[in-house]
């Protein structure tokens, strides 16, 4: 049998499975966890131990069709604005519920478009983040970045407020493949954006790409991919494009005539992380790649990689705070969403409410669970011993299924002792492999496809 065969027959093309970038997922959070949770949790939380805080911008001022992030599209700054009311209000509400002295070790800008924000919303906004949590020592500061929404007035402004990772949106740089995702990015007009970072100082830089998208070929994402290399990115992700029409309306604007067969998907990814590893970056879990060196590659080498809702990270916090609408705060104890539009958000927010809507609290083998999903995730491998050091005698519940994960996947996996380990040639099914441990699956749900 080919090799693709093998991998079809396991479900490479037809599984629907979470991109577990967290465990439980989000689809399966009730209105039974929310703002009541989200306060007692807050409130619990060690000063002695900073955290990552996450914030979201939801506008944007184009809406890509391929995309199936939260967000809006708006043309005049008005919404914006008023928006960094609501989180500055949201911010006063944290301050009052945190205890003293909270710090943050990482804060990301996520969106939508975070540089959407003219540099005075910018300074406003980062005024407000540090009122609430002091910067820690080692602080960290990413913000995602629309190369055609930024200039070098945001991008000093931003600098000057201590950002140190910029996370540029690329997805494909064929202006075919741009025209049927909904998103003119000219190369010239990133490779500016690129120059500028540098001038400012920034000095790591992430790209975000896509492969999947309608109209992309092996030529075409080929040329895309050495674009990108003359960037000298330190990190690159690499996402399946999720094609989720029933979830994000805009993506039935999609050609779905014009997206690639399976085959030509998988040869898709498989070309990019051949170019990208003989281009000398290391490949980093399921979809990322880090130059040596790089803090996501050191901690992959030394497994202490993490997942969490941005992919992966060397972030070893256990809590992470979300601010803005639809942003979702990881506790010790669980997860809560904020109110998921932009309008409900604010509602809650201006009742004087916390703005939590759904989550989900921990119990029974959910953290432990989670935390097999997770080393699978990152290491493509599971030793039971590293599962009873952390979690003690229960972790034995999940010993079954290291044989049935053996018997399943054949000789894509090894099952030595107590240790199960993905090969390389059986990587693309590790979200499938993952999947066994999911004691979660929520009813009527469609997930995007596994490859
Ligand atoms: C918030 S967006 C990027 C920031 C900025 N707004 C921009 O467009 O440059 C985050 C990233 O998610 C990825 N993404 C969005 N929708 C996706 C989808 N349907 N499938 C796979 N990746 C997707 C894209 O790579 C995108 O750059
Ligand atoms: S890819 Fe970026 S700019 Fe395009 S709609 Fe999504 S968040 Fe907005």
Redesign the pocket.
């Given at each position: 049998m080919e090799h693709t065969d093998k991998l079809k027959a396991l479900g490479l093309f037809d599984a629907r499975v979470p991109r577990y970038t967290s465990y439980p997922t989000a689809a399966v959070f009730s209105p039974q966890t929310g703002a009541a949770f989200q306060a007692r949790a807050l409130a619990a939380l060690d000063p002695a131990v900073p955290v990552s805080v996450y914030l979201h911008i939801p506008f944007?001022e184009r809406l890509?069709w391929?995309?199936?992030?939260h967000?809006q599209g708006t043309r005049t700054l008005g919404p914006v604005d008023a928006y960094i009311g609501t989180l500055e209000t949201e911010l006063a509400l944290l301050r009052r519920t945190l205890p003293a002295g909270i710090r943050m070790g990482r804060l990301h800008w996520?969106?939508?478009?975070p540089t959407i924000l003219p540099p005075h919303l910018i300074h406003r906004l980062a005024k407000a983040v540090r009122g609430v949590f002091t910067p820690d020592d080692a602080f960290e500061f990413s913000v995602?970045?629309?190369?055609t929404m930024v200039d070098r007035a945001k991008i000093d402004a931003l600098a000057a407020e201590g950002m140190t990772r910029a996370?540029?949106?690329i997805?494909d740089f064929d202006p075919e493949v741009q025209a049927a995702i909904g998103r003119e990015q000219p190369f010239e007009v990133t490779r500016a954006c690129v120059e500028d970072l540098r001038a400012a100082g920034i000095t790591s830089l992430n790209t975000?790409?896509?492969y999947g998208l309608p109209h992309q070929t092996q030529a075409r994402i080929a040329d895309t991919i050495a674009k990108v290399q003359s960037f000298a990115p330190d990190r690159v992700?690499l996402?399946?494009?999720?094609?989720?029409p029933w979830v994000?309306k805009r993506?039935k604007l999609i050609p779905e005539e014009a997206l690639p067969g399976d085959l030509d998907r998988y040869r898709l990814a498989t070309l990019a992380a051949e170019m990208f590893t003989e281009g000398g970056l290391v490949p980093i879990g399921i979809d990322h790649f880090a130059r040596p060196g790089d803090e996501l590659e050191v901690a992959a080498r030394t497994g202490r990689l993490r997942r969490n809702f941005q992919g992966y990270t060397a972030d070893s916090c256990q809590t992470l705070v979300g601010i803005g609408a639809s942003s979702i705060s990881r506790f010790p104890g669980g997860y809560v969403q904020n109110a998921p539009a932009t309008a409900a958000y604010i509602q809650r927010i201006e009742a004087g409410g916390l703005a939590g809507a759904r989550g989900h609290e921990m119990a029974g083998e959910d953290a432990l669970r989670a935390r097999a999903i997770e080393l699978l995730m990152c290491d493509f491998r599971l030793d039971l011993a590293d599962l009873r050091a952390e979690f003690g005698a229960p972790a034995m519940a999940l010993a079954p299924l290291l044989p049935q994960i053996a018997a399943r996947f054949g000789d894509l996996v090894t099952l030595e002792g107590e240790c199960i380990a993905i090969l390389p040639e059986g990587r693309s099914l590790t979200r499938i492999v993952a999947s066994v441990f999911d004691d979660h699956v929520p009813d009527g749900v469609r997930y995007s496809r596994a490859s």
């Amino acid at each position: 049998m080919e090799h693709t065969d093998k991998l079809k027959a396991l479900g490479l093309f037809d599984a629907r499975v979470p991109r577990y970038t967290s465990y439980p997922t989000a689809a399966v959070f009730s209105p039974q966890t929310g703002a009541a949770f989200q306060a007692r949790a807050l409130a619990a939380l060690d000063p002695a131990v900073p955290v990552s805080v996450y914030l979201h911008i939801p506008f944007c001022e184009r809406l890509c069709w391929f995309c199936a992030c939260h967000t809006q599209g708006t043309r005049t700054l008005g919404p914006v604005d008023a928006y960094i009311g609501t989180l500055e209000t949201e911010l006063a509400l944290l301050r009052r519920t945190l205890p003293a002295g909270i710090r943050m070790g990482r804060l990301h800008w996520g969106g939508g478009t975070p540089t959407i924000l003219p540099p005075h919303l910018i300074h406003r906004l980062a005024k407000a983040v540090r009122g609430v949590f002091t910067p820690d020592d080692a602080f960290e500061f990413s913000v995602e970045i629309d190369p055609t929404m930024v200039d070098r007035a945001k991008i000093d402004a931003l600098a000057a407020e201590g950002m140190t990772r910029a996370s540029i949106g690329i997805q494909d740089f064929d202006p075919e493949v741009q025209a049927a995702i909904g998103r003119e990015q000219p190369f010239e007009v990133t490779r500016a954006c690129v120059e500028d970072l540098r001038a400012a100082g920034i000095t790591s830089l992430n790209t975000d790409l896509v492969y999947g998208l309608p109209h992309q070929t092996q030529a075409r994402i080929a040329d895309t991919i050495a674009k990108v290399q003359s960037f000298a990115p330190d990190r690159v992700a690499l996402f399946g494009y999720a094609h989720v029409p029933w979830v994000s309306k805009r993506q039935k604007l999609i050609p779905e005539e014009a997206l690639p067969g399976d085959l030509d998907r998988y040869r898709l990814a498989t070309l990019a992380a051949e170019m990208f590893t003989e281009g000398g970056l290391v490949p980093i879990g399921i979809d990322h790649f880090a130059r040596p060196g790089d803090e996501l590659e050191v901690a992959a080498r030394t497994g202490r990689l993490r997942r969490n809702f941005q992919g992966y990270t060397a972030d070893s916090c256990q809590t992470l705070v979300g601010i803005g609408a639809s942003s979702i705060s990881r506790f010790p104890g669980g997860y809560v969403q904020n109110a998921p539009a932009t309008a409900a958000y604010i509602q809650r927010i201006e009742a004087g409410g916390l703005a939590g809507a759904r989550g989900h609290e921990m119990a029974g083998e959910d953290a432990l669970r989670a935390r097999a999903i997770e080393l699978l995730m990152c290491d493509f491998r599971l030793d039971l011993a590293d599962l009873r050091a952390e979690f003690g005698a229960p972790a034995m519940a999940l010993a079954p299924l290291l044989p049935q994960i053996a018997a399943r996947f054949g000789d894509l996996v090894t099952l030595e002792g107590e240790c199960i380990a993905i090969l390389p040639e059986g990587r693309s099914l590790t979200r499938i492999v993952a999947s066994v441990f999911d004691d979660h699956v929520p009813d009527g749900v469609r997930y995007s496809r596994a490859s």
